[in-house]
């Protein structure tokens, strides 16, 4: 079997850095997160009283009108995982972002996990800076995939598109196929990943990067995923999966398909959320606006950036888009208000063609042969070097530096 070793990621280490902070200590394990500890501890099991083991049952919840089934932290009180997980051994295949944040959170809430990267590769090294440790808790894929019953493959979308003709013969009849996202799956002429039909195939979709499942999960909250079932063989399969999110980290987890989650997460992420092109676009028109009507630089990022993402932003994150239309002036206000319908209407276009591309397998296409070529990295660093270079993203440097609590 042959996994070929590639080199760093930067958006890794960043990730670990930011992980590797200890979280307070508390004074009482109370949450699961509370009860994580930093580093390389060995797996441990909780005992939790009567009152923190009961169940509270899954909810209802009307949003905006509609009804909608969700799953909660609560549902899934230590104890009862740990019971429900008690003869599982979660193989957790590829150690990249997901990999990092849902390993060591499923290691802190207990779960017996194992890691399968390449032998001798970047993640290999993260994972023993981690705390997996080789022939223990971190073996070859191969090797992980056969002791695992509950099999996690967050390889790269297009490495599990690379792989799938070694792994796919070790997902015996038993063993659990877990994704998070429906890519691999759904668009299964691209990727050839057709999971044999005797197994539980699900998904846990964190609604962010794994350095938040993480971040999260150690501040004591925790992050929203969706989950899914492709196939259920056992009929248990979404209560696994939601039993998984739990284990994982997620705080609240909302019922999806596969297909309907890697249409919206593709869609999303090439629209607005926060890694989307649609933020960065809108960004940089404004930018040049005010750069070819005389306006210095400072004064362009200030009133384009600087403003949004400092003060506008999270505003509206906490509180919603009247609550933040209410903090600005009267002035404000009415210009917001009669500008909002003309960009909705110039951008719903633009959506309605994003949303076609990913439907007709565009998007995955564009995805796989990019990221499986071997100078991925280098041409990925290459572009995001560009953006780094133009003027508004200089010119945004010496703002932030200028902020009282500049840490450089
Ligand atoms: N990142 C997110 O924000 C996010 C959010 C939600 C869901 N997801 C989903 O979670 C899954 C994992 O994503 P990720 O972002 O964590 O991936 P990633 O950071 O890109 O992880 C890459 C992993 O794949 C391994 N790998 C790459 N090419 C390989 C190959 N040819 N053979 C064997 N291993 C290979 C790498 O190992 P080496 O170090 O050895 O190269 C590394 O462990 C994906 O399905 C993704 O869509 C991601």
Redesign the pocket.
């Known amino acids: 079997m042959s ?4 080199s ?2 930067a ?2 280490a960043a990730s670990r850095r930011a992980a590797s902070k200890a979280p307070a200590k508390p004074a009482q394990a109370a949450s699961y997160s509370l009860l994580a500890r930093a580093g390389a501890a060995a797996p441990k099991r909780w005992t939790l009283t009567p009152a923190q083991s009961q169940a509270r049952g899954i909810k209802t919840l009307d949003f905006a009108g509609a009804k909608e089934t969700v799953y909660e932290r609560s549902d899934w009180p230590l104890a009862k995982l740990h019971d429900y997980f008690k003869n599982d051994t979660l193989a957790l295949i ?7 944040g849902q390993g060591l959170n499923a290691r802190d809430n207990g779960m017996n996990v194992i890691v399968g ?2 032998e001798g ?4 090294k ?1 994972a023993q800076e981690d705390g997996w440790v080789p022939g223990e808790t971190l073996f070859p ?1 191969e090797e992980a995939i056969k002791r695992g019953t509950i099999i996690m ?8 598109s ?2 799938w003709p070694q792994v796919a013969p070790l997902i015996t009849k038993g063993k659990t196929l877990y ?3 429906g ?2 799956a759904v668009f299964k002429e691209q990727t050839h990943v057709v999971p044999p039909p005797d197994v539980d195939v699900i998904l846990v ?6 350095r938040t499942v993480r971040t999260l999960f150690k501040e004591g909250r925790g992050i929203n995923s969706s989950v899914a079932v492709f196939q259920d063989v056992t009929g248990k399969a979404l209560e696994k999966a939601t039993a998984l999110g739990v284990a994982i980290g997620s705080g609240y987890m909302y019922e999806t398909t596969f297909e309907k989650e890697v249409y919206s ?1 593709l869609y999303g992420e090439r629209g607005v959320s926060i890694d989307g092109p649609l933020i960065e676009g809108m960004f940089l028109a404004q930018y040049k606006v005010l750069r070819a009507n005389g306006h210095s630089p400072s004064e362009a990022f200030n009133e384009t950036v600087e403003e949004a993402t400092q003060s506008l932003f999270p505003l509206i994150g906490q509180h919603g888009m009247d609550y933040m239309y209410n903090a600005c002036s009267t002035t404000a206000r009415r210009g917001a208000l009669d500008w909002a319908p003309i960009f909705e209407k110039a951008n719903l276009p633009v959506f309605e063609k994003l949303y076609e591309s990913v439907k007709n397998g565009t998007e995955t296409r564009n995805a796989l042969e990019f990221n499986s070529r071997d100078t991925y990295r280098q041409d990925l660093a290459k572009e995001l070097k560009e953006i780094d270079e133009q003027e508004i993203w200089r010119a945004g440097k010496t703002v932030r530096s200028l902020r009282p609590d500049y840490k450089a």
Do not use: C, M
């Not at 493959?153 to 599990?160: F, G, R």
């Not at 979709?205 to 794994?210: E, I, L, M, N, R």
């Open positions: 996994f070929a070793v590639r760093s990621q958006i890794r590829g150690y990249g972002s997901q990999g990092h990267v390449r590769g970047e993640s290999w993260q894929i493959n967050l390889l790269s979308d297009a490495a599990q690379q792989t994704f998070s996202h890519f691999s979709a964190p609604k962010g990067s794994g997460d």
